[in-house]
């Protein structure tokens, strides 16, 4: 498929988005945790820049390739795993709202996909450079936006209502403490996605089996140590993945981890066992870097609710609020709000 038809399934996605804003408009004001109220609480805390994401804000855009596994087909009757080469369109961006923020900071480093598939289909796939999640609902998410909402004066967030908010909520320090026990990303192509998510995979007999996934970079992570870190500018990472993929695609290696009884299938800022059996069911190759701004990536929503046959969501509330919460966003941004 080629990058105007990859353009023109967009459109179709944004069309539908539309749809869904629409629809999110008419919810009552006193409906907790609305994909309005969430926006609008993103906002708040990371300023208004018309026309730019309210999350992952500062990004390019890339392309690529994917090809499934026999493992793959093993597991799920996705055409993703068919053996075929498909077409990916890629975003690589890191965390927040602010497209001027540090590429050294301690947060997370997205990779957002859309693979184009056969019949139409789309397989739309949202990941981050950290194992869990930071919250485990909706809910819990407007309350932590709430409590980092900066003072008016001190253009800061208040550190008594930080403080009360973690303690309220324990479980939202394991993602922050992870990410302050690693190094900062010297690369977009060199360190671990997680999909946080679990999600149901069902082959052609009809068995199913619950996975979570994590694309590794093919040649190693590649972590800064704080001298390092130091001596290189707030935005290094786009010039070094275009000046990488350059001189040789990035690839990137899919693994899914299964689930056994007991693990957790609701709550991404829970990991599951390191024993679990893992599979390698396919490759990601990206080829081509954006030179500069915009690109195929840029009027995608990349909501990881849109799947192929034989993927299909789990319950997780955080994961199920996502297409909301995208439409919203994505309503806002496409009409230079």
């Not at 749809?19 to 907790?32: C, G, L």
């Amino acid at each position: 498929m080629t990058s105007i038809s990859l353009a023109a399934a967009a459109c179709a996605a944004l069309c539908a988005s539309a749809s869904a804003v629409a629809a999110q408009a008419e919810a009552p004001a006193d409906t907790p945790a609305t994909p309005q109220a969430l926006v609008d609480a993103f906002e708040s805390v990371s300023g208004k820049h018309p026309g730019f994401r309210r999350g992952g804000a500062k990004g390019l855009c890339a392309e690529g390739h994917f090809t499934g596994t026999a493992e793959g087909r093993a597991l799920s009757s996705a055409s993703a795993f068919s053996g075929e080469r498909f077409p990916v369109v890629a975003r690589f961006s890191v965390t927040g709202g602010n497209p001027r923020g540090s590429d050294k900071a301690r947060t997370t480093r997205g990779l957002a996909l859309q693979f184009a598939l056969p019949g139409g289909e789309r397989w739309q796939i949202a990941n981050i450079s950290a194992p869990m999640n930071s919250v485990s609902t909706p809910e819990i998410m407007l309350r932590s936006l709430e409590a980092r909402k900066p003072d008016p004066e001190t253009k800061k967030p208040d550190p008594a209502k930080v403080k009360a908010f973690t303690e309220a909520y324990p479980e939202t320090r394991a993602q922050a403490d992870w990410l302050n026990s690693h190094g900062v990303p010297a690369s977009y192509a060199a360190v671990n996605y997680w999909g946080v998510h679990a999600f149901q995979f069902t082959n052609a007999k009809g068995q199913s089996q619950y996975v979570r996934w994590v694309f590794e970079p093919v040649g190693g992570q590649e972590l800064l140590d704080e001298e390092k870190l130091k001596s290189l500018p707030d935005d290094f990472l786009t010039d070094e993945l275009r000046h990488r993929v350059a001189d040789r695609p990035a690839e990137f290696a899919l693994r899914l981890q299964l689930a056994e009884a007991g693990d957790n299938l609701v709550n991404p800022t829970l990991t599951w066992p390191d024993t679990r059996k893992t599979v390698t069911v396919g490759r990601l190759v990206i080829d081509k870097v954006d030179s500069g701004p915009g690109g195929a990536c840029d009027p995608m929503v990349f909501d990881p609710n849109v799947l192929p046959k034989g993927i299909a969501a789990s319950d997780d509330p955080v994961l199920r609020a996502r297409s909301g919460v995208y439409a919203v966003s994505a309503g806002r941004r496409l009409a230079g709000q």
